[in-house]
């Protein structure tokens, strides 16, 4: 299939936030004010200036403490149910770039209330509205950079391999390797999620549930 596909592996996430930096940096994105909330977790969720967040999750594992990470953004779907349901009211408001990208464009301000069923339409609750224009806002792959034969600034960015980004073929040859080799270190437990479905494939080491809400899918 034509475009770009990311491959996400969880388990090499060192919750550094580079990548949350670089998206916030490429983008041109406001800082946002956060607080204390007993969580490494900063800001506590997406915004319209956040499209990009490192998740962290802890929990008892056999009386051990055990935290996860999950990066946390747009899976830019195959079959996109945000265009589906934007399409009902504003045509153009949802696009899909020739990269694969699902683009939220500055006509999503004119879905006025109806951008709440765009938004609830999406199955990993990712899409934000800005309060001050209307528009919906999340992670657009960096379709300027891949025009500019730059891989997105996310991918760029990690030191460590968790977030890669290629050809359909290339990143599923990646994420069944490394599915492998975490079958081996984490059991049965170890999983690619929707990798049928969407464009950001993840591999995670443990239940869906442990990582995060919207990665039971």
Same mark, same amino acid.
């Given at each position: 299939m034509a475009g770009g596909f990311f491959f996400v592996d969880t388990p090499r996430c060192t919750a550094c936030r580079g990548c949350q930096v670089a998206c916030k940096a490429w983008h041109k994105l406001p800082g946002v004010k956060t607080r204390q909330w007993g969580s490494p977790q900063n800001p506590k969720d997406?915004?319209? #200036?956040?499209?990009?967040?490192?998740?962290f999750r802890e929990y008892n594992q056999k #009386?051990? *403490?055990?935290?996860? @990470? /999950?990066? #946390?953004?747009?899976r830019h779907c195959l079959d996109p149910p945000c265009k589906d349901a934007a399409d009902q009211y504003v045509k153009g408001a949802v696009v899909i770039d020739r990269s694969? *990208?699902?683009?939220?464009? %500055?006509?999503t301000a004119l879905l006025g209330e109806n951008a709440e069923e765009v938004m609830v339409a999406c199955p990993f609750n990712i899409p934000r509205k800005d309060p001050g224009t209307g528009i919906l806002r999340k992670c657009n792959m960096c379709f300027d950079r891949l025009k500019a034969g730059l891989e997105p600034s996310c991918a760029k960015a990690c030191p460590v391999g968790a977030i890669n980004f290629g050809s359909e073929k290339s990143v599923m040859a990646l994420a069944q390797s490394r599915l492998a080799t975490a079958k081996r270190l984490y059991g049965h437990t170890a999983q690619l999620l929707n990798a049928d479905e969407v464009r950001v494939i993840y591999l995670i080491a443990d239940? *869906? %549930?442990? @990582? @995060?809400? /919207?990665a039971t899918y």
């Open positions: 997406l915004g319209p #200036d956040t499209y990009r967040l490192v998740r #009386d051990k *403490a055990v935290r996860d @990470y /999950f990066s #946390d953004a747009c694969g *990208a699902v683009i939220h464009t %500055e006509k239940e *869906a %549930e442990k @990582y @995060y809400e /919207f």
